[in-house]
């Protein structure tokens, strides 16, 4: 019989003494950026990297980055575009990177016989933290640069992520479709719906 009782899991900025040194993943990028890039991203104030982990530890389970973006108006599509003042450029907050530790998904969905959806409270957090944001600092879009998987990732069964954004509402740019937006009007408007 599985044990019901799911862990309770902390998001926190990244600090120091957080451990990612066992952090697994399909997509090579989404693994070396933890180990490699973010301290400093972080340390250079270029990012600010947030990570999940379980309550009581500080080993990192899952992670995602924002950072400041501008986007070229003409670039987004047409009925974004009627929603937003016509500046040159748009501000955005931009989703760089977001990766949950494979293998240990995989061992919560073995225990608990579903699985965590780590990836989804990592994207309902991360819209949270955009959205407050703007009331500091304006930014009109929520931005998301889906990682483009080599061929041998996708031998290696890695998931596009493409499709995972996009079920929640992001719409990918014509010129560029692993670019995705999403604006911060809309995603107020979900979270007071909920």
Request: no cysteine; hydrophobic share 40%.
């Amino acid at each position: 019989m599985k044990d019901r009782q799911k862990p309770a899991y902390l998001i926190a900025p990244w600090r120091k003494d957080h451990d990612a040194s066992q952090f697994t993943s399909d997509i090579a990028s989404i693994r070396k950026y933890i180990l490699e890039q973010a301290q400093r991203d972080t340390a250079s104030r270029s990012s600010a990297i947030f990570v999940l982990t379980e309550a009581g530890q500080n080993i990192v389970r899952a992670y995602y980055s924002l950072s400041s973006i501008s986007i070229i108006f003409s670039e987004l599509p047409n009925h974004l575009q009627k929603k937003l003042p016509r500046y040159r450029e748009t501000s955005g907050i931009l989703l760089g990177r977001l990766g949950v530790d494979k293998l240990f998904s995989e061992a919560q969905t073995k225990k608990f016989g579903t699985k965590p959806r780590l990836g989804e409270m990592l994207l309902i957090d991360a819209q949270q933290r955009a959205l407050a944001s703007t009331n500091e600092i304006g930014s009109a879009l929520m931005i998301i640069d889906a990682e483009l998987l080599s061929s041998e990732e996708i031998a290696q069964g890695a998931k596009d992520p493409l499709s995972f954004y996009t079920q929640y509402g992001f719409i990918a740019l014509t010129s560029n479709p692993r670019r995705l937006v999403k604006t911060m009007r809309s995603i107020a408007k979900e979270f007071e719906s909920a």
